[in-house]
């Protein structure tokens, strides 16, 4: 094989991902993961030659990109909130537009508080973990039914030092749960049978189906979630569900249900898409 300047086996490597909207940022990152750099070594060694066997191992992981393998499950991590947590093909790839979550739960309570968190369907730990990394005075739990789910998120919580107030439970939802909770975070299931169907081969065919099927219209586990939730918010509990752009105002009204008194509200991605209704007991509270 003739010796070839990391730059130009990068691009090659990008112009081979014809199915892929990121085709250069992937081929980067596959790079670095290829040859253990950061960007700015990369960029510092551009012109090097790279051997045969670095360019194999290169090709090796474009050609798992070219069938449409997701890069976090190719390096086995993805970031989320600053964070880097361990993925792979038992728990769905932490996106960026559930950071919204996070963010509306810092809006509405103070990072010194001292809150009990519950977390529904913590696949990788991530939103949990998000939260106790800014609630540093409070502790968590991450309901799971999938025992794979559990043992990635309990080392993502090891390796980020938050093993001491994270504890993961298996669960079908709040069925193995006790106590009363301060906050409550949700990313269930909530992908349509329709639209199911219409998923890209990326999520199709490599991310855990358990962890994307709703049912018909992708509410199916709210409305098991729902009735179970009610006795175990505290008086000025806070929760936060997410769900599809297309399903909040159906979520809400099952929320309102459940929770008629709870002030709730619709929260926004990054795309500024409806992404989460959030259901806020503290101002009820205040009333009495």
């Known amino acids: 094989m003739t010796s070839r300047a990391i730059d130009e086996v990068l691009r090659a490597g990008a112009a081979s991902l014809t199915n892929s909207d990121t085709p250069m940022l992937d081929a980067r990152v596959l790079m670095k993961y290829s040859l253990g750099l950061n960007d ?34 190719i390096i086995g991590e993805q970031e989320f909130w600053g964070l880097t947590f361990k993925v792979n093909e038992r728990v769905l790839i932490p996106r960026p537009d559930s950071e919204c979550l996070i963010e509306a739960v810092l809006a509405r309570r103070p990072r010194d508080g001292d809150y009990k968190i519950l977390d529904l369907g913590t696949g990788s730990g991530c939103l949990l973990c998000a939260l106790l990394s800014e609630y540093q005075n409070s502790d968590g739990v991450g309901v799971d039914i999938s025992i794979d789910a559990l043992r990635i998120a309990a080392e993502n919580s090891r390796k980020m030092g938050l093993d001491l107030r994270a504890q993961f439970v298996n669960s079908d939802w709040l069925s193995a749960i006790d106590g009363r909770w301060d906050i409550v975070i949700a990313n269930p299931p909530y992908i349509s049978d329709d639209d199911m ?16 099927a709703g ?9 098991e979630i729902m009735p179970q939730i009610v006795g175990a918010l505290n008086a000025s509990a806070l929760a936060v569900f997410e769900t599809g752009a ?15 008194d709870a002030n709730r509200d619709i929260i926004f991605d990054l795309e500024g898409r409806p992404r989460a209704v959030l259901a806020d007991m503290r101002t009820v509270n205040k009333k009495d």
């Open 197 to 212: 169907k219409a998923l890209p081969n990326s999520v199709a065919k490599y991310e855990p189906k358990g962890a994307l």
């Open 215 to 223: 049912g018909e219209d992708g509410l199916d586990p709210y409305r």
């Open 40 to 73: 700015a070594a990369l960029i510092a060694r551009s012109k090097e030659m790279l051997v045969d066997e670095a360019a194999e191992n290169f090709s090796a992981l474009i050609k798992r990109r070219r069938n449409e393998e997701p890069v976090a499950y």
């Open 246 to 260: 297309d399903q909040t105002e159906k979520l809400s009204t099952i929320i309102a249900k459940w929770l008629p």
